[in-house]
């Protein structure tokens, strides 16, 4: 079955950098791309970036421009979100989820049904000084 | 970036109906937005419930469905159970970015 398991985070102080990695299993990985969203205590999603599946078009929210980029290496099935330059309104879990459109080899299209309804169980950024 | 907007909290007795809607700064939303809604309750990850406007998950309750009313997407929960009881979002694509909705703590009382 598809898993996606988040890990990396931790305490940083602002200012710092960490990596997140996200490990995808029981799907075809390098066909799909992959969001990161996460959720600050006590408040609701944010939608911060996307990966399509070869790694050649990404897209970030405008509060992560220029601090956090994302990559991913489809020989080991992981997408990764290195974050720079963190504050404190950076505290927050941190979740992957899978996209809906497919590419093979030969075609894409779209599996609106399989847009986001897999995620990780998150992992938890702390910016704390 | 588009701001997405819902109703912060509402409040439904069981067995009555309610309707929660998902509005966009930049217009309309459209079917072209595919709306999607995601239920999450205290401590765990979302979980999707509803799909390109209306469609549903095999694990989404009957009772729960989805449309566009009024220029906005809408989530409508015909005959509420406690286990109803969640914050539910919604999420809108715009061309390669998504936003999610603030969300809606939905109460059963």
């Known amino acids: 079955q598809v898993q996606l398991v988040e890990s990396g985070g931790g305490v940083v102080q602002p200012g710092g950098s960490l990596r997140l990695s996200c490990a995808a299993s029981?799907?075809?990985?390098?066909?799909?791309?992959i969001h990161w969203v996460r959720q600050a205590p006590g408040k609701g999603l944010e939608w911060l970036t996307f990966?399509?599946?070869?790694?050649?078009?990404?897209y970030f929210v405008d509060s992560v421009k220029g601090r956090f980029t994302i990559s991913r290496d489809n020989s080991k099935n992981t997408v990764y979100l290195q974050m720079n330059s963190l504050r404190t309104d950076d505290t927050a879990i941190y979740y992957c989820?899978?996209?809906?459109?497919?590419?093979?080899?030969?075609?894409?299209?779209?599996?609106?049904?399989?847009?986001?309804?897999?995620w990780g169980q998150g992992t938890l950024v702390t910016v704390s000084s | 970036q588009a701001v997405v907007t819902q109703e912060p909290s509402l409040t439904v007795s069981p067995g009555e109906t309610v309707t929660l809607t998902c509005g966009s700064s930049?217009?309309?939303?459209?079917?072209?937005?595919?709306p999607y809604w995601f239920q999450q309750k205290p401590g765990q990850a979302p979980r999707a419930f509803i799909y390109?406007?209306?469609n549903k998950h095999s694990w989404t309750p009957a009772r729960f469905s989805g449309s566009l009313l009024g220029g906005k997407a809408a989530l409508t929960l015909s005959g509420a159970q406690p286990e109803d009881e969640a914050e539910y979002y919604c999420?809108?694509?715009?061309?390669?970015?998504?936003?999610f909705g603030g969300g809606t703590k939905l109460t059963v009382l």
């Open positions: 989820a899978k996209d809906g459109w497919y590419c093979s080899t030969t075609t894409c299209y779209t599996r609106s049904a399989e847009y986001f309804q897999h």
């Open positions: 930049t217009g309309a939303v459209t079917s072209g937005h595919y």
């Open positions: 990966i399509q599946y070869d790694g050649s078009n990404k």
């Open positions: 029981g799907f075809s990985f390098s066909s799909y791309g």
């Open positions: 999420l809108v694509s715009y061309s390669g970015a998504w936003v």
């Open positions: 390109d406007t209306s």
